[in-house]
């Protein structure tokens, strides 16, 4: 017998927005934007400088908070929590890509995908160094464990972050174009990755981009413009 019954959205949000500043200083980032997101979803987030994209991400995360609006992550209803809870989320459920890596230079590869496993509290130093390599590994980097930052190229030190973020077997990726400090061929091996990534884990992606590599390998792709989504 078939189930009628829907699946919950991983991610939901309602008559959400962001305002900074006050009186004639005030800038809506964000204007009433209702948005679901399915589990395994892999999302390219468009639009030019300045739309809006980065406050989506920080507040579909969790990193900020709107100004008003819902905001359902994996059936929690982040507004309601504390500090203390949106950390724990954070640490554990959320996985982030950055565009200029945010590798410590002073760390071997192994170590810098290692280290938050052990800041995350969940894994003793043995685990989280075997789930380190395993997860260089993954990218295709483990023979690179014990070189720093410094002796990778751009597109070795993203694997590197990406297999940082994906250690801990989060929920949801969060990328905020993570290709914009590679060439055009760096880049698209980057994203063959996280494509198949997604594919082989079914991990939600959400990827802030202006690439056209990306849109033609998104499952799903959301504009924004002046704070404002439209579905591609």
């Keep these: 017998m078939t189930s009628n019954v829907r699946e919950l959205p991983a991610i939901s949000l309602s008559e959400v927005n962001k305002s900074y500043g006050r009186n004639e200083s005030k800038v809506d980032a964000l204007k009433a934007v209702n948005m679901e997101i399915a589990h ?47 950390s ?39 685990e989280a160094r075997e789930r380190a390599l395993d997860y260089l ?13 410094a002796q990778l190229s751009g597109g070795q030190q993203q694997r590197v972050a990406i297999a940082r973020a994906l ?30 990534i997604n594919q082989e884990t079914g991990t939600t992606f959400i990827i802030s981009t202006h690439s056209a590599q990306l849109k033609e390998r998104a499952g799903r792709i959301i504009e924004i413009r002046d ?3 439209d579905e591609g």
């Design 40 to 86: 395994g979803d892999f999302v390219a987030l468009c639009g030019p400088s300045g739309s809006g994209k980065s406050t989506l991400l920080n507040i579909l995360s969790g990193i900020d908070r709107p100004t008003s609006g819902t905001v359902i992550f994996f059936g929690k209803m982040l507004d309601s929590l504390n500090e203390k809870q949106l």
């Design 88 to 126: 724990i989320i954070k640490s554990q459920q959320l996985g982030f890509i950055f565009q200029f890596f945010n590798l410590m230079p002073v760390l071997t590869a192994l170590d810098n995908v290692c280290y938050p496993l052990l800041l995350n509290g969940r894994y003793r130093k043995k």
């Design 137 to 149: 590994n993954s990218v295709g980097l483990v023979h690179l464990a014990h070189r720093k930052p």
């Design 167 to 196: 250690a801990h077997q989060p929920k949801l990726v969060v990328a905020d174009e993570p290709t914009g400090n590679l060439d055009s061929t760096t880049g698209g091996a980057i994203l063959d990755l996280l494509t198949k």
């Design 227 to 229: 704070g404002q989504i």
